[in-house]
C-alpha cells in the first residue's frame, strides 16, 4: 500500500532537521522502512533486493533471528557499561576474534566506529616505534574524523576537516588506471617501489605505520595485485614501520576463503582494524595487534571508550561470528563470488559501458567508461545504473575518485538464487544505461 504522506514527511524532516551535508542515493532518496534476510521494504511497502549491505556492514542480513535474540537477552541484562568495567560479552568476543585472526594478533581494544579504529591503529604505531610519520595510499578512505579524513586520499572526502600533519599518500595500484601509465604484470609492481619513494622523499626517513585497506572500498574496490602488500610490507620494514591493515571492509571472509583481506596477499600485519559487518549494523570496531605491541601501551596514559565494547553489540557480534562459523563461511563466500564474478563478466561482453570488473568474492566493482578504448569515466553513466537499478528493485553502492564506479557487496549468506537474481535486475539497469550513452 502507497504511503506517499509518510515519505514526504521523512524527507522534509531530513531537509530540515539534519546537515545539508548527508549524501543521499537516488534522483528521491528512498526511506527505508523494514528488513528481512537479503530485503528490505521502503515505506511505500516495495521490496528491494540488498546488494550493498549498508555499505558492507549488514554481513548476515537484515534482522537475523539469532542476532535479534543475543540483542534481546543481553538488553534484559545490561545495556551500558563503558570500558571501565569488564563484561562476559567483551572478553569472549576478544577470545573468539583471536581464534580467527592471523599469526600472533590476539589482543583486542573494541570502539564505535572504524574511523576511531584507524585513528587507534596509528597512534598504536607511533607509540610502538616512537615514530611518526605514517604513509597511506592515495584513493584510500579512512573514515570522517580529522585522522581518518587526511589519511584518506580523495580531497572530496577531506573538505572541512582539520589536517594532521605527517601523513604522506603514495601511488595506490590502480591496474586499470596505472599513475605510472605500465601495463601488470610486466611493470614489476613498479607502484609499490613509490612507496619507497615517498618515504625516501617526503619523510624524516623514519615511519611508524604504512595503512592501506586491501581493496580499497570508498575509492571504488580497487584491488592490489597479489604481491603488491608483501613488497610493500618489506620497504615498510626497512624504515622502522609497521604494517596497518584496514579491514573495515574486507573483513570477515567477504574475500574469501580466508577471514582477512590481507591474508590473501600472503601478508602478517602488525596491527588490523575492523567494524561494518563486525556485528551486522550494532556500532562496534576493533584494533587487533600482537602482544609485543599492545604492551606498548601499559604505562602510555590513561584512556577510555565510553560506548567501545558495548554489551549489546558484543552480544550481537557473537551471534554474527557463530553464523559466519556455521553458514556464511569465507568457503560460501569464495563459491557464491565465483559465481557473482562470472555474470559480471558475462555482462562486461554485453555492455562496452563496463570497462572494468575487479574485485574478490562477494566484494565487485564495475568501472563505467564512456568507451572502452579511452577508457574515459562515466559519472553520468554511473548515476544513471545506481538509479535504474533502484528501479528493477536492486540496491547497490556506488564510489570511486570518479564516481564511476559501481559497488556490489551483498550480505554473506547471499546464495544461488539471490545472485541471479541481481544479476537480472542489474541487466536489464544496464541495458536501459546503455540505449542512454
Not at 604505562?299 to 552480544?315: D, E, K, R, W
Request: glycine content about 10%; charged content about 20%; aromatic content about 8%.
Amino acid at each position: 500500500m502507497m504511503n506517499n504522506n509518510k515519505k514526504q514527511e521523512i524527507l522534509g524532516k531530513q531537509q530540515k532537521y539534519l546537515f545539508p551535508n548527508h549524501l543521499l542515493y537516488y534522483t528521491t532518496p528512498l526511506p527505508l522502512e523494514r528488513g528481512e534476510g537479503m530485503y528490505v521494504w521502503d515505506v511505500d511497502g516495495r521490496q528491494y533486493l540488498d546488494f550493498f549491505a549498508g555499505i558492507l556492514t549488514t554481513s548476515v542480513g537484515h534482522s537475523r533471528p539469532e542476532v535479534n535474540e543475543a540483542v534481546r537477552e543481553q538488553t534484559e541484562k545490561l545495556i551500558h557499561t563503558s570500558t571501565l568495567y569488564p563484561h562476559e560479552q567483551y572478553v569472549n568476543l576478544a577470545e573468539k576474534l583471536a581464534q580467527i585472526a592471523p599469526g600472533d594478533i590476539s589482543v583486542s581494544y573494541f570502539l564505535p566506529s572504524g574511523s576511531a579504529a584507524n585513528e587507534t591503529a596509528v597512534f598504536l604505531a607511533q607509540l610502538h616505534t616512537g615514530y611518526q610519520e605514517i604513509i597511506a595510499l592515495r584513493h584510500g578512505y579512512s573514515g570522517r574524523s580529522s585522522m581518518g579524513m587526511t589519511l584518506t586520499g580523495q580531497a572530496s572526502w577531506r573538505i572541512g576537516g582539520t589536517r594532521i600533519s605527517g601523513i604522506k599518500h603514495a601511488l595506490n595500484p590502480y591496474c586499470y588506471r596505472c599513475p605510472l601509465k605500465m601495463t601488470y604484470p610486466s611493470c614489476g609492481v613498479a607502484c609499490a617501489q613509490d612507496v619507497e619513494d615517498t618515504i625516501r622523499t617526503t619523510t624524516s626517513g623514519r615511519v611508524a605505520a604504512f595503512l592501506a585497506e586491501p581493496i580499497q572500498g570508498v575509492g571504488g574496490f580497487i584491488t592490489a595485485p597479489p604481491e603488491y602488500f608483501k613488497i610493500v610490507q618489506d620497504i615498510v620494514r626497512q624504515y622502522g614501520g609497521l604494517f596497518i591493515s584496514d579491514e573495515v571492509q574486507t573483513g570477515f571472509g567477504r574475500t574469501g576463503n580466508k577471514w582477512w583481506g590481507i591474508e590473501q596477499s600472503d601478508v602478517q600485519p602488525d596491527i588490523m582494524t575492523m567494524a561494518k559487518g563486525i556485528a551486522n549494523g550494532f556500532p562496534l570496531a576493533n584494533v587487533m595487534t600482537t602482544p609485543e605491541i599492545a604492551e606498548s601501551t601499559r604505562n602510555a596514559g590513561l584512556t577510555i571508550s565510553t560506548f567501545g565494547g558495548n554489551p549489546v553489540a558484543c552480544a550481537a557480534s557473537l551471534a554474527v561470528m557463530d553464523i559466519l562459523e556455521e553458514e556464511a563461511t569465507p568457503e560460501n563466500s569464495a563459491k557464491m563470488g565465483q559465481l557473482l564474478r562470472d555474470g559480471l563478466l558475462n555482462l562486461q561482453e554485453k555492455y562496452p559501458v563496463i570497462g572494468d570488473v575487479r574485485g574478490m568474492s562477494l566484494m565487485q566493482g564495475l568501472e563505467l567508461v564512456k568507451d572502452p578504448v579511452s577508457k574515459e569515466p562515466a559519472p553520468d553513466a554511473a548515476n544513471h545504473l545506481l538509479q535504474s537499478t533502484q528501479e528493477q528493485g536492486l540496491l547497490i553502492g556506488k564510489g570511486g575518485l570518479y564516481g564511476n564506479v559501481m559497488r556490489i557487496a551483498p550480505p554473506l549468506i547471499t546464495n544461488e538464487e539471490h545472485i541471479e537474481e541481481a544479476l537480472q535486475k542489474l541487466d536489464r539497469a544496464l541495458g536501459d544505461v546503455q540505449k542512454a550513452v
